[in-house]
């Protein structure tokens, strides 16, 4: 018996050493503090990085491949998934994905700290009814991932659509300016002409 108590002990201080100190963080708040948001494939992954091969960006610069590094509180991903990932850069300017905040892959979609799905199925000694309930979690959480990739498009767009609408406007000043001098150019030469008929 004490031996098991060792043994339960033990492992709660292990698991407590390896965990991150996570806050739950929305998702408006996530896109406002990350400095690329992007779906990618990871396409190398070993003991200190892996590999992120661009999709598609949305928020920041496009890069073709990321390089992020593992840490404790970092994302473990496997060769091959498809991720859509928030990430911020450090001082020497590598990118950082934290398993804290809404980043997700398709073959495991679920937010850790998402307050929007329902919990986790319960484990009932029935084993169909708990297929069910893990299908019906994961589809949920598909749904979700799905959902949020559409708004970060439609976010993107909107973004596009400001800055086109600021370069119209800016644009059009310039048109208006370049009227303006050409205007008086041709006033200037008018008068100019008509001196110097006048003074023939």
């Known amino acids: 018996m004490i031996k098991q108590l060792l043994t339960l002990l033990l492992l709660i201080v292990s698991i407590d050493s390896y965990c991150c100190d996570c806050k739950t963080i929305s998702k408006e708040e996530e896109y406002i503090n990350s400095d690329l948001i992007f779906l990618g494939k990871i396409i190398t992954v070993n003991d200190k990085f892996f590999e992120i091969k661009t999709l598609e960006v949305y928020k920041g610069k496009t890069i073709k491949k990321i390089k992020s590094y593992i840490s404790d509180c970092g994302i473990h991903p496997h060769k091959g998934e498809i991720w859509l990932l928030y990430s911020k850069k450090n001082d020497k300017n590598a990118f950082f994905i934290s398993t804290c905040g809404n980043s997700r892959s398709f073959s495991k979609p679920f937010i850790l700290n998402d307050a929007n799905l329902p919990p986790p199925p319960l484990f009932d000694s029935s084993v169909s009814l708990n ?70």
Do not use: H, M, P, T
Request: overall charge positive; charged content about 25%; proline content about 0%.
């Open 131 to 200: 297929e069910l309930n893990e299908k019906n979690y994961f589809k949920i959480a598909s749904l979700q991932l799905r959902l949020d990739i559409l708004n970060l498009r439609e976010n993107k767009r909107q973004n596009e659509l400001i800055v086109l609408r600021s370069s119209c406007e800016s644009l059009e000043n310039r048109i208006e300016l370049l009227k303006l001098i050409l205007g008086s150019i041709i006033i200037l030469v008018v008068f100019f002409v008509f001196r110097g008929l006048k003074s023939s």
